[in-house]
């Protein structure tokens, strides 16, 4: 029998909620040994809600945000 079999035979002799905390702890686990992406840019940020921002919205938003804002002329 090898790991996953045996993994398997206890799961299934485990209650509901039991089985559910092994999930859980399963996918810590998973997400412990899988590279995460970049933080540092937008799309980094963005990457878990699987949003398509391009470089056109981002400059976009800015305008939008920024345009009017009073600029000192010299």
């Known amino acids: 029998m090898n790991i996953e079999q045996a993994v398997l035979a206890r ?4 209650p509901i909620d039991k089985q ?3 999930l859980d702890f399963a996918e ?3 997400q412990k040994t899988t590279p995460k992406n970049s933080l540092r840019t937008v ?4 990457a878990d809600l699987k949003v398509d921002i391009t470089e056109e919205d981002i400059a976009q938003a800015r305008q939008e945000m920024w345009g009017n804002f009073p600029r000192d002329v010299v």
Request: glycine content about 8%.
């Open 11 to 14: 799961l299934r002799h485990l």
């Open 28 to 30: 810590f686990l998973y």
């Open 20 to 22: 559910q905390q092994l």
């Open 43 to 46: 799309r980094g940020l963005c």
